[in-house]
Every structure is written in C-alpha cells, then in structure tokens.
C-alpha cells in the first residue's frame, strides 16, 4: 500500500529532520508487523501490481553507513527486506555533496557492507553517480549519472539494477524517459507529482521523520491525510533543494 522513504536511522544529532532514531525506526515495524503489514523490496512491490492492500516497500536514500550499522540489524531480527539506493560516487566517503548539514559529515557505505546487504536479499537501486539534480543536467551530464551509476553497481555487486531513486526526489518526462533509455524499469519520487510519465518511473514515496509519532506513522501506512502529509514534503523537499541551488543555479533543462 505504500512505499516508505528514509534517509538515516540513527542517534547522532544533525541539522535535518530527515532522520529518524533506531528505536523509532524498530517501533514502527513493529507497529506495521502488529497491524498484518508485510515488507518487500521495491521491485517485488512493484510487481504486485493492483494488489497493494498490506504491502510495505521501505526505501533508503543516500546510503548512509548509518542504515547497516542500524536498520539493517534491526530488519534483519524481523527477517525483513529493503532497497537501498545508493550514490555510488560517494561509497566509502563522506557527504561533502550535502551542504546543508553545515560541520557535520556522515559517512557512506563502503562496498563491503552494500554487498553484504545485497546477499542478504535487499535490493540495491541507484541514486545518480554524484546526487546532482537531474533535471538541470545536460543530456550528456544527465546520460552519464545515469549510466555510470547503473554499471559500476551491477560490476561491484554482479547484478543487474533495475531501479533509480532521482535525487531530492526530481525528475521530469525527461529524465524519466532517459531512465527507461538506460534500462532501468522504474523510477522512486518524493511529493512531487510528475505528469506525462509511465506510473513506474514516478513512484509516489512518503518520507519519514524524526517528529512523526506513531500515529502518524499509521496514517502513513494506511495512506490517510496524505494531502497534509504531502504538502509538508513538499516543504522539506524544498528545503533539500537549497542544496541544488547552491551548488548549481536555478536553471531547469526541460
Ligand atoms: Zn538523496
């Protein structure tokens, strides 16, 4: 029924709000495990087609070391699995693409850990070579984040990838088609609607934070109030943004 996205799950203090604690995180799939919900990886999701009804599909962004040393332990209690999407230009570094964390750096995944979550079941999708804005990018820039991240991550973890998360949840009717192009079979969004595309290439997700509170984690999960809920990504995808316009201009490439 839906398809979560989170960023990290840990304990350290960030500028953001786009992380939520390790004990949140465990309440919450308890929560949904209590409530009949089962957990898939976004392709076995996706093709579920019509059939929705207590399906949860839950997303990672960024590739935040934090994922393996917390909700991939935790998942894994509950047998559990996710999609990771990472960058795969940043593995094993740190955030320096992130601006508005001020001081703060958080480190990414190295190859190691990603491949042992692979062999665990999760799926890996991409996130962009670099997490730039696709849809500023030139055709050849935007070919090239969306190539190279799929190659170097089917070479490191011998497997095909088959799905792309747009980085700050951007994307347009071209940089979906362009997605389709390189062979990707769907693409993950935020809030933002995204007309004139195949339904896979524009996948709605609801973001998860760290003032959400149980109850409105239900609400979440049963899709209800989504358009307050969606209004108020809106406004943190916004916010993320403040990094695109730092680093690259206000110009869109339609
Ligand atoms: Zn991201």
Avoid at 101 to 113: A, N, Q, R, S
Avoid at 223 to 251: H, W
Wanted: hydrophobic residues 40%.
């Amino acid at each position: 029924m839906s398809v979560l996205a989170y960023h990290m799950v840990d304990t350290r203090f960030d500028w953001g709000i786009t992380r939520v604690t390790p004990k949140q995180f465990r309440r919450q799939i308890e929560f949904a495990l209590n409530r009949g919900f089962t957990f898939q990886t976004i392709s076995e999701y996706l093709s579920y087609e019509n059939d929705h009804s207590k399906h949860i599909a839950i997303t990672f962004d960024d590739g935040y070391k934090s994922i393996y040393d917390y909700a991939f332990k935790i998942l894994k209690q509950f047998g559990i699995k996710a999609t990771l999407f990472v960058i795969p230009g940043f593995v094993g570094q740190r955030n320096t693409w992130d601006v508005n964390i001020g001081w703060l750096k958080f480190d990414h995944l190295g190859w190691h850990d990603i491949k042992e979550m692979h062999d665990a079941g999760w799926e890996i999708g991409s996130h962009s070579m670099s997490h730039r804005d696709l849809t500023r990018l030139d055709n050849r820039e935007l070919d090239y984040e969306l190539d190279a991240s799929k190659m170097l991550l089917e070479r490191r973890l011998n497997s095909p990838v088959h799905v792309i998360s747009y980085p700050f949840g951007n994307a347009n009717r071209r940089v979906c088609e362009a997605s389709a192009k390189h062979g990707y079979q769907a693409g993950v969004v935020m809030g933002k609607k995204i007309t004139h595309v195949p339904e896979k290439f524009a996948v709605p997700r609801i973001g998860l934070y760290l003032l959400d509170s149980l109850k409105i984690f239900e609400q979440k999960i049963y899709l209800k109030n989504m358009r307050a809920y969606r209004t108020l990504q809106r406004f943190i995808d916004l916010c993320s943004d403040g990094t695109v316009v730092v680093k690259q201009g206000l110009k869109t490439k339609k």
